[in-house]
């Protein structure tokens, strides 16, 4: 089973080895038609050196490593 991926920006990068991830998702509505935009944060893991607010990355899931952190950073793109 391949594990889920997902594309986002960095929002903060505050703590050492965790960057929080916004990741924006587009919706129509059943009735009226229209298209709004939704959003979620996640906080990833990451060894990547040098990622800094406004980077766009993509992020896999994984085995929890902490309370909240249940993501991992896969590349900048």
Do not use: F, N
Request: hydrophobic content about 30%; aromatic content about 6%; charged content about 40%.
């Amino acid at each position: 089973m391949s594990r889920r991926q997902l594309k986002g920006v960095i929002v903060s990068d505050k703590m050492k080895k965790t960057v929080v991830v916004r990741v924006e998702r587009k919706k129509t509505h059943p009735k009226y038609k229209k298209i709004y935009s939704l959003h979620k944060k996640y906080k990833a893991h990451s060894e990547i050196e040098g990622l800094k607010i406004g980077d766009k990355v993509i992020i896999e899931e994984s085995r929890p490593i902490s309370k909240d952190k249940h993501w991992k950073v896969v590349k900048k793109i």
